[in-house]
């Protein structure tokens, strides 16, 4: 599985952005999903997950209500939407998959190059 991120860039504060991530291969519709984070000094971070079919999704509280995962099995293409972004979101994202069912994040073994969020207040 190959993962190939794009959709980073600088916003100001309260701006959104769409990273979208596709994979290759023939078994999107067998790996669950997802976007993590790191930030400058920082570990890296699950930000948000998403399961095979699209049914279950977990975020970490500091992006509920804010940041949408979702995937179109179609285009072996998941999306972070994120909107009311804030200067602690500025991080490398990087979208990740794995053959689990599960939202572990040492699980996911399959890596995407990161994209680079910039977020100015």
């Known amino acids: 599985v190959q993962l190939q991120a794009c959709g980073g860039g600088s916003v100001q504060t309260g701006g959104s952005l769409r990273l979208s991530c596709v994979a290759s291969g023939r078994t999107f519709g067998d790996l669950s999903l997802g976007w993590f984070r790191q930030a400058p000094g920082k570990e890296r971070e699950m930000v948000a997950a998403?399961?095979?079919?699209?049914?279950?999704?977990w975020y970490t509280d500091s992006v509920k209500g804010r940041f949408t995962i979702s995937r179109d099995n179609a285009k072996n293409t998941v999306y972070l939407q994120m909107n009311s972004l804030k200067p602690e979101d500025t991080a490398v994202y990087y979208c990740a998959a794995t053959f689990k069912n599960t939202v572990t994040p040492a699980l996911y073994n399959f890596w995407g190059q990161g994209t680079l969020v910039t977020v100015s207040s």
């Open positions: 998403i399961s095979r079919s699209g049914g279950g999704t």
